[in-house]
């Protein structure tokens, strides 16, 4: 017999077998869960679109993989499209554009300022500087908005690499 710490009193060690058999079990699914999250980091990185001076926007709160909240207003991403609610790799898009938006965003304008639904529009930025649209396409999180902007031809570009690669959840 031995002292079981979390425990009052004496029990033996086969109670104490018996007690710790599903702690291995336990880890095992634990390990799985995180890895089946659908929710990889996604870390920042250099960009060929850059806008290090753009004005920047407080981040309040994300709504999805292409739309988030701020002060000023909700601004939809110029530049991409993600999965909407309840599809395929829409908790990965929302987690990478809330990774790379953070607290503060830099944004340029587009052609247009606001969609039919009035979201305002914005081809979006890191504080640093870095094209969260363009990292969302790369990463195979998002896919190029093609009917017009700026940049709409190097953002499909790389959304084709992205699907002749595989790269990401979208295909």
Same mark, same amino acid.
């Given at each position: 017999?031995? @002292?079981?710490?979390? /425990? ?5 060690h ?9 702690? *291995?079990?336990f ?5 799985a ?7 990889p980091? %996604?870390?920042?990185? *250099? ?8 004005p920047? %926007? ?16 909700? #601004? ?19 987690s ?6 953070g607290?503060?965003a830099? #944004?340029e304008?587009? *052609?247009r ?8 529009? @914005? @081809?979006?930025y ?15 999180l998002?896919r ?6 700026? /940049?709409r ?7 084709r690499?992205?699907r ?8």
């Amino acid at each position: 017999m031995f @002292y079981w710490p979390r /425990h009052r009193g004496l029990i033996n060690h086969k109670e104490a077998g018996r007690r710790n058999r599903f702690l *291995p079990v336990f880890f095992v699914i634990a390990l799985a869960a995180s890895a089946c999250s659908g929710a990889p980091s %996604l870390g920042e990185y *250099p960009t060929t679109l850059r806008c290090p001076d753009c004005p920047t %926007l407080s981040v309040t709160r994300i709504v999805d993989g292409d739309t988030f909240d701020s002060p000023q207003g909700r #601004v939809r991403l110029f530049g991409v499209d993600t999965p909407e609610r309840g599809e395929r790799c829409q908790n990965q898009a929302s987690s990478g554009l809330k990774q790379l938006a953070g607290g503060l965003a830099r #944004v340029e304008a587009g *052609p247009r300022a606001k969609d039919p639904g009035g979201r305002l529009l @914005y @081809y979006v930025y890191t504080e640093a500087g870095n094209s969260i649209d363009e990292i969302l396409v790369r990463e195979g999180l998002a896919r190029a908005w093609t009917g017009d902007g700026q /940049h709409r031809d190097h953002l499909a570009a790389l959304e084709r690499q992205a699907r002749a690669k595989s790269v990401g959840c979208l295909w």
